[in-house]
């Protein structure tokens, strides 16, 4: 059972641009949602979460919307630059603690 | 170097035979859990544990599948009688006790069965 759904699978962005990703759960239980930002080769490494208490949270470029009602947040990319190109993940967890259940990824490229 | 670390990086065997793997976390943290991510997918989380206490286990560890934390410290996990089916990248992880706070990752251990 897929708990997180994750789309789109890839995403071609242009320099400067806005990159978006989408994401629903299922499990009303889950209370912390983070991002992960994953190079080659690297582990995943968490780039901004939410609670559920707040609708949007914002640091530099990358701000998640959150909407409790539908189950369902995004990732929004603002200025996109080359380096940002990596894969995304979406994540949930619940219980206080960080058995997170991931999504299945979004491989982003930003071209010049 | 003070992050989570892994070892071997890469790690090639035939089918049938054991493999271990070693996290070492960061050295304040007392929670570790192992992921395994296979290629296109985000990572699944296999087991987590609180110093030395194994706490949970995912349906995902079969029986041929152990970890270990003896001391509370460094985790090793084992898979014996390795399956192609095993073949992904296994992720430590290590957080401070707090609620909800952020789960460092390592770089991960390739296990590619042949």
């Known amino acids: 059972q897929q708990q997180v759904k994750q789309s789109p699978q890839s995403l071609i962005v242009q320099k400067g641009g806005i990159s978006i990703i989408n994401c629903a759960y299922e499990n009303t239980a889950f209370d912390y949602f983070p991002w992960y930002q994953q190079f080659p080769g690297k582990g995943p490494a968490l780039l901004i979460a939410i609670r559920p208490d707040v609708s949007e949270k914002k640091e530099g470029r990358f701000t998640i919307s959150f909407n409790k009602s539908a189950k369902q947040f995004s990732l929004h990319i603002m200025d996109s630059q080359p380096g940002d190109s990596a894969t995304y993940f979406c994540?949930?967890?619940?219980?206080?603690?960080?058995?997170?259940?991931f999504g299945t990824g979004t491989k982003l490229q930003v071209i010049p | 170097d003070t992050g989570v670390s892994q070892d071997p990086r890469h790690k090639i065997t035939k089918r049938g035979q054991n493999v271990t793997f070693r996290c070492d976390p960061i050295?304040?943290?007392?929670?570790l859990y192992w992921y395994r991510q296979t290629l296109g997918q985000g990572p699944e989380f296999l087991t987590y544990f609180q110093n030395e206490a194994q706490l949970e286990k995912s349906r995902l560890l079969s029986d041929r599948f152990s970890a270990e934390r003896p001391k509370g410290s460094f985790s090793t996990l084992e898979i014996q009688r390795t399956e192609q089916g095993d073949s992904a990248m296994y992720l430590c992880?290590?957080?401070?006790?707090?609620?909800?706070?952020?789960?460092?990752f390592g770089q991960g251990t390739r296990l590619t069965v042949v």
């Open positions: 994540a949930a967890s619940s219980g206080g603690y960080q058995k997170v259940t």
């Open positions: 992880a290590s957080s401070l006790g707090s609620y909800n706070t952020e789960a460092f």
């Open positions: 050295s304040e943290h007392n929670r």
